[in-house]
């Protein structure tokens, strides 16, 4: 049995920033490798990676408008 845990929380800012598919598909991938490729953790890695890019895309963008 895994271990889930939560997403990270996101502010509003975070969830209009439109990530490629591609590159959540990636993160997922190297999330469910790191862990051991364990059967039934998609959306679990689906989930993370695309809250984790969310956060990542939302500073870079801060930091141009600076």
Do not use: F
Not at 8 to 18: A, C, H, L, N, Y
């Amino acid at each position: 049995m895994s271990r889930v845990s939560a997403p990270p929380t996101t502010s509003p800012t975070t969830q209009s920033v439109k990530i490629p598919h591609e590159k959540i598909a990636m993160r997922a991938y190297e999330k469910w490798c790191q862990r051991g490729r364990p059967q039934g953790t998609e959306l679990q890695d689906w989930m993370e990676a695309e809250a984790e890019l969310r956060v990542e895309y939302s500073r870079s963008q801060n930091t141009m408008r600076r």
